[in-house]
């Protein structure tokens, strides 16, 4: 298995407070995504990184940073959680290489209240 | 932007028979690559099947094959054989290759087998 794992699995959080998420590999793979999962809508792309310091947004960005000051660490921050942001969340992480396959952490299951 | 869309949000097969889940997808990219993943209830995401876009030849994997029409940018995924496991939430992708290495989903096919 790659290694990609994500911490916290599960998080309770008030509404307002700040949350980070953490994703660790072992890999030394370049890129790095963060996804949230909701029933009916898939896989979203939050945020993604293409090297140390190099991030970029994807579809649902808003409300949501992102730091990658190693390669092996990426971390998603929810400024001030809301209601809307409880889902799952998803790391991938890949050589970015033609089809080489991409590989998931775990998730997190975040409820905000 | 690419987008991929997957028009099916749930489908059922009997168990041995065939199904095949949709997938259509929008570039303007020449330069891309095309997955099928699947995820258990486990939550776990499993790749089944890649195509690169440059290869007119569909790609197969054991019982899971692809059908993939470049020109309707389409690309559809065929379980032949199905088996219990297979039931899980089956997601299509694609991967920008050559500009900004996005990687984007559909928002999934739900696949029951039924014994």
């Known amino acids: 298995d790659a290694g990609i794992t994500q911490s916290p699995r599960h998080k309770v959080t008030e509404t307002g407070t700040p949350v980070t998420l953490r994703c660790h590999q072992t890999e030394n793979h370049r890129y790095m995504y963060w996804y949230r999962q909701d029933p009916g809508h898939g896989l979203r792309l939050i945020h993604y990184s293409y090297g140390v310091k190099d991030t970029d947004k994807g579809e649902v960005s808003d409300g949501y940073s992102v730091s990658r000051s190693k390669t092996e660490d990426f971390l998603l921050t929810l400024e001030s959680a809301t209601s809307s942001q409880t889902s799952v969340y998803f790391c991938?992480?890949?050589?970015?290489?033609?089809?080489?396959?991409?590989?998931f952490g775990q998730g997190t299951r975040l409820t905000v209240v | 932007a690419q987008t991929v869309t997957q028009s099916q949000p749930e489908m059922s097969v009997q168990e041995a028979e065939t199904v095949t889940l949709s997938c259509t997808y929008d570039?303007?990219?020449?330069?891309?690559?095309l997955f099928w993943y699947k995820q258990p209830p486990s939550r776990q995401m499993i790749l089944v099947i890649r195509?690169?876009?440059?290869?007119?030849q569909n790609a197969t994997e054991n019982r899971f094959s692809v059908n993939f029409q470049k020109a309707a940018k389409s690309f559809s995924l065929k379980i032949s054989d199905s088996q219990l496991g297979d039931a899980a939430m089956y997601f299509c992708?694609?991967?920008?290759?050559?500009?900004?290495?996005?990687?984007?989903f559909g928002k999934g096919t739900l696949l029951t087998v039924n014994p």
């Open positions: 992708a694609y991967f920008s290759g050559g500009s900004n290495y996005k990687l984007t």
């Open positions: 195509q690169e876009a440059y290869k007119q």
């Open positions: 570039t303007s990219e020449s330069d891309y690559y």
């Open positions: 991938a992480i890949s050589t970015g290489q033609g089809s080489s396959e991409a590989f």
